[in-house]
């Protein structure tokens, strides 16, 4: 397709356990993104990758996430001994080089539960 | 600290009627300012932006305000339509950056 595409769209995990969640943009955007929104909250800025730059991982909440973006395409995000409050929807967006200044696209999320 | 504020959780409006969504932020390093739209289980999406520059800028039935030195700013939704029905999320982005801060999103519901 010719969207923003993550997987799984839904996990159900037990408290300590690893999850990993996929994000394919689209193709040719430079720049990925991942924000996550617990409930009733807004949108909350995770990583960011640009090219082969350095990643901007200032807004990982633990040393538990992590994330990495392979080729400049794919990108993963794992969470090491997830706790109930991992608990959120976690989107993937990628934003071309060009076009409006700072339009994002966004995929459908991967809803994480923690039990 | 919450940069980007939406201050109010929900908002009803009838149908035809026009729809006021407020935004306020803290922070005067942003160069431009964004609407995000979003239905259930779906990403949000682009509705419509305007550069720091700009106090006003319209794109259809979609028009958004820029008021700098209350550093608020405003989406009006004329006429609305059920379809609006969505929750709109407002985002700004720093002049040093592309990460988008985002307020915590107000949830329209247009009645027929």
């Known amino acids: 397709g010719a969207g923003v595409s993550q997987s799984p769209s839904n996990k159900v995990t037990e408290k300590g356990k690893d999850v990993e969640l996929r994000c394919d943009p689209i193709s040719g955007h430079t720049a990925l993104y991942w924000y996550r929104q617990s409930l009733g909250q807004g949108l909350e800025f995770l990583i960011y990758?640009?090219?082969?730059?350095?990643?901007?991982k200032s807004g990982l909440p633990s040393d538990r996430f992590s994330a990495e973006r392979t080729g400049g395409s794919v990108s993963t995000l794992t969470i090491q001994r997830t706790q109930q409050e991992d608990s959120a929807v976690y989107l993937c967006a990628s934003r071309a080089g060009t076009g409006v200044p700072g339009e994002l696209f966004f995929g459908e999320g991967s809803r994480l539960t923690v039990l | 600290d919450q940069q980007v504020k939406q201050n109010s959780p929900s908002l009803s409006v009838q149908e035809g009627r026009i729809s006021i969504l407020n935004c306020d932020y803290t922070n005067s390093m942003f160069d431009y300012f964004l609407w995000y739209k979003k239905y259930p289980a779906e990403g949000p999406t682009f509705l419509i932006s305007?550069?720091?520059?700009?106090d006003k800028n319209e794109d259809g039935r979609f028009t958004v305000f820029l008021n700098k030195s209350a550093k608020h700013l405003s989406l009006h939704i004329v006429p609305s339509q059920p379809g609006d029905s969505a929750v709109y999320f407002c985002?700004?982005?720093?002049?040093?950056?592309?990460?988008?801060?985002f307020g915590a999103g107000t949830i329209l519901r247009v009645k027929s």
């Open positions: 305007i550069s720091s520059i700009k």
């Open positions: 990758f640009q090219g082969n730059s350095a990643p901007d």
């Open positions: 985002a700004a982005r720093p002049i040093y950056g592309n990460k988008l801060v």
